[in-house]
């Protein structure tokens, strides 16, 4: 049982370049989430997602878009790669509004 | 402003000690859960309490929830450099997504 996947494991963009980062789970949850951690801190959540096709805003979304089309996925997209957006970004599903399953996360760096 | 403070930021003990961190708000949670994270990964759940009052144990690991359901803390007892890692403490209230605190970096040394 895979749980929570995520790609790529690490990723240097350059500003200014976009890139989507991919999340997929294969235990049937319902609500997905994207957090960021910076260095040294606790979580932020950037979106979260309740089911396909809806979406809802974090704490932290700007710069940032996300999509559901399918129960299994929840895609990050970053458009235009700042250096205030490197961080470690992790994927997370629930089948409550309790209880998170993480993925191993996501090391960006934008130089 | 932070919903959910956590208290050490950082603590480093000797292996075989005993230690509490915390985890307090102002706010009503319905539940309460306990993450651990270890460098380079993502956090796992260890416990979820749910009863004003509760006390759960995990092996060497004691977790209790406030009364009021406001407030909880985590004892280590004999600490091991296993333990080692940051420890997250998350927030369930109404319908809204789980509030993380900021998290207690511990470090335990041989």
């Known amino acids: 049982n895979a749980g929570v996947t995520q790609t790529p494991k690490f990723r240097i963009l350059k500003i200014g370049q976009s890139m989507t980062l991919q999340c997929t789970q294969d235990?049937?949850?319902?609500?997905m989430y994207w957090y960021r951690q910076d260095p040294g801190m606790g979580l932020k959540l950037i979106y979260y997602s309740v089911g396909a096709g809806i979406t809802d805003k974090g704490e932290v979304p700007n710069g940032y878009n996300v999509s559901r089309s399918t129960t299994e996925d929840f895609p990050l997209r970053l458009e235009l790669a700042a250096p205030s957006q490197t961080s470690v970004y992790f994927c997370a599903s629930s089948s409550q509004r309790d209880t998170q399953y993480f993925g191993p996360g996501t090391r960006l760096t934008v130089l | 402003t932070q919903l959910l403070e956590q208290s050490p930021q950082f603590l480093s003990i000797q292996e075989g000690e005993n230690l509490t961190v915390y985890c307090n708000s102002s706010?009503?949670?319905?539940?309460l859960q306990w993450y651990r994270q270890e460098p380079g990964e993502g956090p796992v759940l260890l416990v979820t309490?749910?009863?004003?009052?509760e006390v759960k144990k995990l092996k060497r690991l004691t977790f209790q929830f406030g009364d009021a359901r406001k407030d909880s803390s985590l004892h280590i007892t004999a600490a091991q450099t296993g333990d080692t890692g940051l420890y997250l403490c998350a927030g369930a209230m109404g319908n809204t997504p789980l509030v993380f605190g900021k998290g207690t970096r511990l470090s335990v040394i041989a």
């Open positions: 706010s009503v949670f319905s539940s």
């Open positions: 309490v749910v009863t004003g009052g």
């Open positions: 235990m049937n949850h319902n609500y």
